[in-house]
């Protein structure tokens, strides 16, 4: 038998000699999962503004703890692990919480059931992304799609009826709907679970024509994200609902084109 040291695995300089650097992406990631937990709180305590409020909060910090990793050459399998347990927690527990407490809790028998569909369905496609970055034999052009609608963005389709709720509850009174809410959260599962793909803004490049009008565009949508947020907020998920058979299209014709040039 080997002599037992009682050393470590690994020495202690290493641990001392790793940068700060690499620990701000793993940062990051913290803040968004702690803003998930925080959503569950209010929407436990009732307050629908917060709930909703921290769950986008955790989407921006979702969106930044990639480009940091990036940025400061920081990526490890360690953030990539730990990013995924975060997205579950505010994109897949937290919304099902949020719309259970909101209008499904009293749903006889059959209420949580859609909340339990949603965070399945939500594990299931973080579980297939991951398993898609070690694919190599994926085409190019898919690296301008998602396959499915990617997590934040599910998380704000079915916060849907919640947004525009704050606003449209006297005129729109079957967004708070058992019927409505429930065949949602069902849509949005397909949607999440589905082989659709979905726009990926992460390699779009716009003219410099557009430059000038695309800041515009995002004045009027700053200007009514501070007058009218949680309106905003739902319209512009609905548009991007809407905008799902365009990406469809637009992808058929990216395939049709890749496999012309391959032809060729």
Request: with cysteine.
């Amino acid at each position: 038998m080997k002599k037992q040291t009682g050393k470590l695995p690994f020495s202690k300089n290493k641990l001392s000699e790793m940068p700060f650097r690499k620990l701000v992406p793993n940062i990051v990631t913290m803040l968004a999962l702690c803003s998930g937990m925080t959503s569950i709180r209010y929407a436990i305590g009732e307050n629908w503004g917060k709930a909703v409020l921290f769950i986008f909060l955790a989407a921006l910090f979702d969106g930044l703890d990639g480009r940091v990793a990036r940025m400061l050459k920081a990526s490890s399998k360690f953030g990539a692990e730990l990013d995924s347990l975060s997205d579950f927690l505010c994109f897949g527990v937290a919304p099902a919480i949020l719309m259970y407490q909101w209008c499904l809790f009293d749903l006889p028998k059959i209420g949580w059931f859609f909340c339990l569909l949603y965070a399945m369905g939500m594990a299931m496609r973080l579980a297939r992304f991951n398993t898609m970055l070690e694919d190599e034999n994926i085409p190019p052009y898919w690296s301008h799609y998602f396959t499915g609608v990617p997590a934040p963005a599910a998380a704000a389709m079915v916060m849907m009826p919640v947004l525009l709720g704050f606003d449209l509850a006297e005129t729109k009174p079957f967004l708070k709907t058992h019927l409505f809410c429930s065949i949602w959260m069902c849509l949005v599962f397909y949607l999440e679970t589905s082989q659709i793909p979905t726009i990926s803004l992460k390699k779009a490049k716009i003219k410099p024509s557009m430059t000038i009008p695309l800041l515009v565009i995002v004045a009027i949508i700053a200007h009514f994200l501070f007058t009218q947020t949680w309106l905003t907020l739902g319209v512009l998920t609905a548009l991007y609902a809407l905008s799902i058979p365009f990406g469809i299209l637009r992808f058929l014709r990216d395939k049709h084109l890749y496999e012309q040039s391959q032809k060729s």
